[in-house]
């Protein structure tokens, strides 16, 4: 992959590694290559919770909460060893941050401490709540791209870990991420009622294990072999990408305390528009190019993977996504304006270009 070597410079030293300064090239978000344009003045200008009616760019705001979120995953995954813990691994570390902190849009934690401040002011509490689903979500994509999975080389603009690594070193920063999750919700340093913490740790478990993503990913490798029905790759989406999503979503209205009913809408907020993440990502699969993504294209139909894009067409799936975003935003009906940010949201998952 000619210029990546000198954008791994912060590797150096590291055996079999590339090497660069991963802070000054961070991978592709939002479109900008490179990453966010934005400024620590925009930062702070785009307070949390959002003004309704505001004139800032949806992208603009995502930029701002994936800001907020990275530097403190950034202090998480800084490499110290913590107390009660033996030592970890520099080379680990770095495979990890690799994998971690090289852009991404970051909608995961946007979405959860966007929901939080539905209900109030969301906080630090939600912030670090939203940075341990990152790592979740982080850890799926190191695995995802493994040989033994979709084999894919190139992640958010950069070679993926186990290329810049190794695999066995991409399976265990992946391991360790997905640890590091549920480490950061038990943390004293999330102030959160006990019984939050509980049901918070219970629901992304839930949404990360054999009957969430894990499951939604073996189902997924299975559909390139034995071509489910349109209901069949309904379930695995709602599993691999949706759980996720749905629980980022949810993740707020617990944050807050909020009642059984909200917890439950936002919940299914969070399906629908997970399900309209995952079409968007097939049909830009079908239709995008690898610069623009950041990762490969074209790679559903090379492995004969069964998609809803696939089976219903480019106009359709469309349709379709039009759709999810009209039923997500009708589920915020009872917010009023202070849904406006998630309805942009909602938009932006359909409409999204990488
Ligand atoms: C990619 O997720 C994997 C899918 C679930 C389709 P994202 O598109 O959110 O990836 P990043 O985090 O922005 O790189
Ligand atoms: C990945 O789906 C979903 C998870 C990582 C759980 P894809 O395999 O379609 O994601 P990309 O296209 O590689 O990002
Ligand atoms: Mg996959
Ligand atoms: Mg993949
Ligand atoms: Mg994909």
Known sequence: MPGFASRFDWLGGIPGAPSSDIKANRGTRNGWPGGSPLTAPTIAAIARPMKTNSEIPFEMVLAARAAEVEALMERLLDGRTRADEIVRPPRLMQAIRHGALSGGKRLRPFLVMESAALFSEGGEAALRVAAALECVHCYSLIHDDLPAMDDDD??????????????????????????????????????????????????????????????????????????????????????????????????????????????????????????????????????????????????????????????????????????????????????????????????????RRN
């Open 154 to 351: 190139l992640r958010r603009g950069l070679p993926t870990v186990h290329k810049a690594f190794d695999e066995a070193t991409a399976i265990l920063a992946g391991d360790s991420l997905l640890t590091e999750a549920f480490a950061i919700l038990a943390d004293p340093e999330t102030e959160l009622a006990a019984e939050r913490k509980v049901a918070l740790v219970a629901a992304l478990a839930a949404a990360a294990g054999a009957g969430g993503m894990a499951g939604g990913q073996a189902l997924d490798l299975e559909a390139e072999r034995n071509t489910p029905d349109e209901q069949g790759i309904v379930t695995l989406q709602a599993m691999k990408t949706g759980a996720l999503i749905r629980f980022a979503a949810e993740a707020g209205a617990i944050i807050a305390g909020a009642s059984a009913e909200d917890r439950e809408r936002l919940s299914s907020f969070g399906s629908a528009i997970g399900l309209a993440f995952q079409l968007a990502d097939d049909l830009l699969d079908l239709t995008s190019d690898a610069e623009t993504m950041g990762k490969a294209t074209g790679k559903d139909a090379g492995r004969g993977k069964a998609t809803l894009a696939a089976l219903h067409g480019v106009d359709r799936t469309r349709k379709q996504l039009d759709g999810l975003v009209a039923q997500a935003n009708d589920l915020l009906e009872p917010y009023g304006e202070a849904g406006n940010t998630l309805r942009a949201a909602a938009r932006f998952v359909a409409e």
